[in-house]
């Protein structure tokens, strides 16, 4: 599951990294491979709404936005059991949060370390800030400042998927990458 | 508060009159340790009282002190329809054959009195039948309180405490509390809230009002504050939290997360986790000059420190051979000879299959309790400094947290019995054998007691 989202995510990552902003992929394929439908998530609504007009719609959302960036970037990459190193699939989507906050060098943000619920809180508090710095270490290792990201961990107290499941497993041991200023719009 | 209205305790000026029975012999001693530890009989009747109002305050107070007796799984409380001698005064010695013809090994006989201004006197001795004497209670030939009668639950706590200790020699830890995490909401948005309860779950109520996430609470050793973590300020930060005035602080500010705070067994220090740039280490900050000494520094997560009662070892988790397990140091930093083998800082005492966390010296000193995570299932378990002697006590789908009651004989702990299931408190024994689960007011989890009040 894990490789087939970010093989998708790439593809319309690809089209942004090349400007061609017109002729990104339908919105409805996006969404659909950005959302495993099972997930709920549950993190804070972005920081204001966006105004969606009808073109937009067709062109998905404007470049710079949150929204934006959730859905041509990605905000979240995901780990392996007990384990916080960035494998290919996540440095492609860190990559692609590097150019874009390259772009947009007003934007901070918040890397969220996350753990799923087979650990302890204490041990899994250690681990998922761990997980938000290997992710803050890669991004500034693209170039960007260190000032601009702020890291915390949530250990196992903020599961986007509820159940005790191998599959919500997978989605919950994640860093999710927040913008909390700066954003167009 | 209730917790903090003095309790008049004196000897039973009564008790004179029987100033020429035979002197207190050697305590019949409960052996917990043992698997197959017998229980011990104890018939406690019906307190007498001097009105109507008077005998539901002693109703009450004999629930109390039964239920606090049976949940140790210690004691047989014998049914009164089986008691002979109807005539009972806690003036009197009992008729000691009535008594052992059923097998009563103790007996317990109290009486309420309410008196002209309203206080409430309650009264209280225990014999020993098969002797023929009186069990001493705190030394003394009886016990006699005279409080409020919303002090009610304390009293019959306090008695419970006193058969404990007079007949297993350990101390007793009725009247205690538990602080714990209540827990509401669906999981992807849990509204989790610092709470208190007694240790038997009455008198629960809330101190945190749930608008920022809180984790684990552990009450200080010496006075009424608590330790815990919160996200109050966005970053997770160790806070203290002084029961008497509802006021808590930060335990300072510094860049990194702190977390998995417990008190030293003096009280005077705070010892943690501090994580920095993605590394967690073991910290200590003394409270009075709030100044912070950095007791590890290794790349691997340290983490769930605990100190050994008195004061000079410290047990944590670390995953620095890999995966997370127990290791012992010295509160000052010097080598230690490794029971594995070899001379480290740190000694590694786990070995098992899994990973092992969340470590708590008993207050004992004998034991170290820890959650065990292996082939998919949590143990709580319990396993000598040296890790000799490792003993799981409970599995479940997840186990976890285990704190000890003040006199290290239980431990409490939280549990989700199946996937999906909320949490739970439970206590368990060190046999294993007396599991039981403690009613809290919804979903409970990252348990810890308090030392006996008084």
């Given amino acids: 599951m894990k490789n ?177 200023s700066g954003q167009v719009g | 508060m209730l917790f903090r209205q003095t309790l008049f305790s004196m000897g039973l000026a009564v008790a004179s009159c029987f100033a020429c029975m035979v002197p207190a012999s050697a305590q019949i001693n409960v052996e917990i340790n043992q698997a197959s530890a017998r229980e011990f009989r104890v018939a406690l009747p019906d307190f007498n009282a001097n009105t109507p109002e008077a005998q539901a305050l002693a109703d009450q107070i004999t629930a109390i002190m039964r239920n606090d007796l049976r949940s140790t799984g210690l004691f047989d409380l014998l049914t009164p329809d089986s008691f002979i001698q109807q005539d009972l005064s806690v003036l009197v010695q009992p008729r000691f054959a009535d008594w052992r013809i059923i097998d009563t090994e103790s007996l317990g006989i109290g ?37 409020t009668s919303e002090n009610l639950r304390r009293v019959a706590h306090v008695l419970a405490d006193d058969i404990y200790t007079s007949l297993t020699g350990d101390e007793g830890y009725f009247d205690s509390r538990i602080v714990f995490i209540a827990e509401s909401g669906p999981r992807t948005a849990r509204v989790k809230r610092l709470a208190i309860m007694d240790q038997d779950g009455a008198n629960a109520e809330f101190l945190t009002n749930g608008q920022h996430t809180v984790l684990t609470p552990r009450f200080s050793p010496s006075d009424q ?5 919160t996200y109050e300020r966005g970053r997770p930060q160790v806070y203290l939290f002084d029961i008497e005035t509802g006021r808590s602080e930060a335990l300072g500010q510094f860049q990194g997360m702190t977390y998995a705070p417990r008190f030293s067994p003096d009280g005077n220090s705070v010892i943690m986790a501090q994580a ?64 594995s083998g070899g001379r480290d800082v740190a000694c590694r005492i786990t070995f098992g299959s899994g990973r092992y966390s969340t470590p708590v010296w008993s207050p004992r000193g004998d034991l170290i309790a820890f959650t065990r995570q292996a082939n998919g299932r949590f143990y709580i378990g319990v396993i ?69 009040l008084r």
């Fill in chain 1, 4 to 180: 087939k989202m970010f093989k998708l995510v790439s593809v319309a990552g690809i089209a942004l990294a090349l400007g061609a902003c017109a002729s990104n992929p339908p919105v409805e394929e996006e969404v659909a491979v950005t959302t495993p439908p099972p997930v709920r998530d549950t993190t804070p609504p972005p920081v204001r709404d966006e105004v969606v007009t009808s073109r937009e719609v067709v062109q998905g959302p404007p470049p710079g936005t949150v929204q934006d960036f959730i859905v041509n970037v990605g905000e979240r990459v995901y780990f392996d059991t007990d384990r916080y190193n960035l494998d290919a699939d996540d440095m492609a989507v860190l990559n692609r949060q590097a150019a874009w906050l390259q772009a947009y060098p007003t934007v901070r943000i918040m890397v969220a370390g996350n753990c799923d619920e087979r650990g302890t809180r204490e041990y899994n508090l250690g681990l998922g800030e761990r997980r938000a710095n290997s992710v803050k270490d890669y991004l500034v290792s693209r170039g960007i400042s260190a000032d601009r990201i702020e890291t915390i961990s949530y250990g196992k107290e903020r599961p986007i998927d509820g159940r005790s499941t191998p599959e919500a497993w997978e989605v919950n041991r994640n860093s999710h990458t927040q913008i909390v």
């Fill in chain 2, 111 to 147: 009486e309420v009195e309410i008196m002209d201004d309203g206080r409430m006197r309650v009264a209280f001795r225990l014999w020993d039948t098969a002797q023929e004497q009186e069990h001493l209670l705190s030394g003394r030939r009886g016990r006699q309180y005279v409080t």
């Fill in chain 2, 225 to 229: 504050t608590i330790t815990y973590m």
């Fill in chain 2, 276 to 339: 920095d740039n993605g590394n967690s280490d073991i910290y200590i900050m003394d409270l009075n000059s709030r100044r912070r000494t950095r007791l590890t520094d290794h790349p691997a997560i340290d983490t769930s420190p605990s100190m050994s009662p008195d004061g000079d070892e410290i047990v944590f988790t670390s995953d620095r051979g890999g995966t997370p397990q127990l290791y012992v140091m010295n509160r000052d930093g010097s080598m230690r000879t490794c029971p």
């Fill in chain 2, 384 to 452: 000598e400094p040296d890790g000799e002697g490792e003993r799981l006590l409970t599995e479940a789908y997840l186990d976890e947290g285990p704190a000890w009651s003040p006199n290290g004989r239980v431990i409490i702990f939280f549990r989700e019995d199946r996937p999906g299931a909320s949490p739970a408190l439970y206590t368990v024994d060190l046999t294993g054998r007396n599991l039981r689960r403690l009613n809290t007011p919804g979903d409970a989890s990252d348990p810890a007691w308090s030392p006996t």
